[in-house]
């Protein structure tokens, strides 16, 4: 089964969680472990990125640990066209819509699309939208993040996606976020849209994941927590728990 034939499959049920594990974070052993933590837990997907300190041999090296220790699906999550794996399921070919440069927008893509088809990677279009703070992302992808008054520019955004023929779109506040995506933002999005929603960035909680649920978003993406939370387990349980009830 493809991966998003599996993804569209599983909204027809429930909401889905995904857990994002950045190869620069940690060693591929202990991404390996981190996924079977959070597959054991429920999460739907293991995606693979991060905006800085991702290579081949990292991407490489963590995908083939995580697909060791759990059966979900592995999605790149990518930096750029240079660290793409032949070991994940598929990949996000996704455009930050928001950036002021046409290397996010299409050039990196046109390099990773040749390579993507020779390696036989699963390619799911996405429109990528970064929200204020943006953090890091949306520093390194020169991106002008959507301020969170401004719900109609993320509409715009989310439609233009959706009009362009894309799969999906994904609202990011940034890794480590002090706030996530607003949940007016969130509702005004979903609402106009035919296309799968997800969300990620600042998303710490289980209160935090259930407003974000009930703001409508298909997916909800979590990574930091499960670097850095003393009792990883018990929290990323809760979120998961949280999104699909």
């Known amino acids: 089964m493809k991966v998003m034939e599996y993804i569209l499959g599983k909204l027809e049920k429930e909401r889905l969680h995904m857990t994002l594990i950045d190869p620069d974070k940690q060693s591929a052993s202990e991404a390996g472990k981190l996924a079977d933590i959070a597959a054991e837990l429920g999460t739907d997907a293991i995606m ?20 060791k220790n759990t059966a979900v699906p592995v999605i790149i999550f990518p930096t ?15 455009s930050l819509l928001n950036s002021k440069s046409p290397i996010f927008l299409v050039r990196q893509q046109m390099v990773g699309a040749p390579v993507i088809r020779k390696l036989g990677i699963e390619p799911i279009s996405m429109g990528y939208i970064v929200v204020e703070p943006g953090m890091k992302v949306g520093e390194v992808g020169m991106a002008e993040p959507v301020p ?72 909800i993406v979590t990574g930091t927590i ?5 009792d990883r387990e018990k929290t990323l349980g809760r979120i998961i728990e949280a999104v699909k009830t």
């Open 148 to 219: 969170v008054n401004r719900t109609d520019i993320a509409v715009g955004y989310a439609l233009a996606a959706e009009f362009f023929g894309m799969s999906l779109v994904y609202l990011e506040a940034g890794s480590g976020a002090p706030q996530p995506v607003p949940t007016d933002m969130v509702s005004a999005v979903k609402s106009e849209i035919n296309i799968p929603l997800i969300v990620g960035g600042g998303i710490r909680s289980a209160e935090t994941a259930k407003r974000i649920a009930d703001a409508k978003a298909d997916i």
């Open 48 to 67: 693979v990125g991060g905006s800085t300190g991702v290579t081949q041999k990292k991407m490489d090296d963590t995908i083939r640990e995580i697909k």
């Open 226 to 230: 499960i670097e850095e939370s003393s």
């Open 80 to 94: 750029s066209a240079a660290a793409i794996s032949s070991y994940a399921d598929a990949i996000y070919f996704m």
